[in-house]
């Protein structure tokens, strides 16, 4: 620590020996630390309750108050003060440990070397200073209702925004999970440009929405020749992410035969293009999302257990908005501000029935279908509030309004799996066999709905 940033720090040594702390007030005040001194117990107690010490350097063996005593008061009474304990007079291991449970920092025996404390004394400042800083960020999330564009003040996002915190800076892999709606990308783009990496490209694939047989060629590029069609060299995304951020939407959607190479990518930091024999280094930190739990996908041989382990380092688990109920009207009033502005509706509010009605919905399309709810009640809406008659709810039969693939009775006693079945039977014959208008019906991707008729065995009329 330099003598500039010492001369701020108050120090209270406590030592019944008077050379010992006339000693010690020498070397650490040449170091441009303010000392305090005192002898004996009773002497502390008043300098360090009037006192504003950062530290305490504190003798165990006292002539009137047992050390322990002194240590756990100057915890209790303020407890961002660091302690230093010395040992002495005979005193054993176990004295040492019980100091340390009551809060010390560390101990140290007599006689003392002062180089080796005046580092330890550093050390203490630098956890005291560590802890203050969390401790800050601690109190600002805690009020925070908006973090990079996020909207939440429910616990579950103050968790997700200190994780956040914690590992932008870093260049973990980040795994994000969560129900399709909840704001997986939100979350991917406040790690990227809240890190190192904040002023560098950050590329986002989607692994559900691009074809097959060209995935393998957008991520990694290919060489000339390399296949029908290759006219030329081209890049991969990996190589436009140089020094910033890649985000894998949709990580379980990716051919199970293409993540050994996205794997080897990661573990070696090179890349070969289709086609080439040629390796080049790649510079990129690596952010994923799916909208699947990863047991399943693994279970389902959709995830390589290998490739998880590698891009989870971080996990970070999004609630579905039914879990986080009490940030519906957080979210609702940004979107009813943002909608208003955007087409000069003269919207001032959102009634109390009909905040009832949004409560009572269950949000199976989570953030985003509350997002589509509020555009359109701004749209619709004939007075200054909105009430219940301008949400999309038909007569209380929220999820049938929230998804019309499930607008039919289902058949009592079925487990999930029987229902979802069942609603993507009903949905194909809706749409004709038409895949890409199914899976548009349901919510999801059509690779999605390929593995579901799959795993459910589903027959359907030979269309697309």
């Known amino acids: 620590m330099t003598k500039s940033k010492a001369k701020d720090i108050r120090i ?31 002497e502390a107690l008043d300098l360090f309750d009037g006192g504003a010490h950062h530290l305490a350097i504190c003798d ?17 009474a303020k407890p961002a003060t660091e302690v230093i304990v010395v040992t002495g007079h005979g005193l054993g291991v176990p004295t040492a440990v019980e100091a340390m449970k009551a809060g010390a920092f560390y101990f140290v025996e007599k006689p003392l070397d002062p180089e ?40 579950q996002m103050q968790t997700i925004y200190e994780t956040i915190e914690s590992v932008a800076k870093s260049d973990a892999n980040v795994l994000v999970v969560g129900e399709s709606g909840t ?18 490209p950050f590329v986002k694939v989607n692994c559900a929405a691009l074809p097959k047989e060209l995935i393998e060629s957008e991520l990694f590029g290919h060489a000339k020749g390399a296949f029908t069609g290759a006219h030329a060299d081209k890049e991969g995304l990996v190589q436009h992410a140089a020094g910033g951020s890649l985000m894998l939407d949709e ?7 293409l993540q050994p190479k996205l794997l080897r990518v990661l573990q070696e930091r090179t890349c070969r293009k289709i086609g080439s024999e040629k390796s080049y280094p790649v510079d990129f930190r690596l952010i994923t999302s799916t909208n699947r739990m990863p047991a399943d996908a693994i279970r389902d041989g959709l995830l390589r257990d290998d490739l998880f382990y590698r891009i989870s380092t ?16 957080l979210l609702t009033d940004h979107f009813l501000k943002l909608y208003a502005e955007k087409y000069e509706r003269p919207i001032a509010g959102v009634s109390q029935s009909a905040y009832q009605r949004l409560f009572s919905h269950p949000w199976p399309g989570n953030v985003r279908e509350l997002q589509n709810v509020i555009e359109r009640a701004v749209l619709l809406a004939k007075g200054e509030h909105l009430e219940p ?76």
């Open 389 to 464: 008659v301008d949400l999309p709810f038909d007569n209380g039969g929220a999820a049938n309004a929230a998804s019309p693939a499930l607008a039919w009775d289902v058949p009592p006693n079925m487990t999930l799996e029987d229902i979802e079945k069942f609603v993507i039977e009903r949905t194909l014959q809706r749409t004709g066999g038409n895949k890409q208008k199914a899976a548009n019906m349901l919510g999801i991707y059509r690779p999605r709905l390929y593995s579901k008729i799959k795993k459910y065995k589903i027959e359907t009329v030979s269309q697309n």
């Open 183 to 200: 704001g997986k990308e939100l979350i991917a783009n406040a790690i990227h440009y809240n890190s190192l990496r904040a002023k560098k």
């Open 12 to 42: 209270l040594v406590v030592d019944d020996d008077s050379d010992t702390t006339h000693g010690l007030r020498l070397h650490l005040s040449e170091e441009g630390y303010a000392v305090d001194t005192a002898t004996n117990g009773a």
């Open 251 to 257: 990580i379980a959607e990716m051919p199970v035969e």
């Open 116 to 155: 080796e404390l005046l580092l330890l004394v550093e050390r203490a400042l630098e956890r005291r200073e560590l802890m203050a800083e969390t401790a800050n960020m601690r109190r600002q999330l805690s009020t925070r209702a908006e973090y990079f564009n996020i909207i939440g003040s429910s616990k």
């Open 60 to 76: 165990l063996q006292l002539p009137d108050i047992d050390g322990l005593t002194l240590l756990r008061h100057m915890k209790d």
């Open 314 to 329: 971080i996990t970070i688990h999004v609630p579905p908005l039914r879990e986080r109920m009490e940030d519906i009207q």
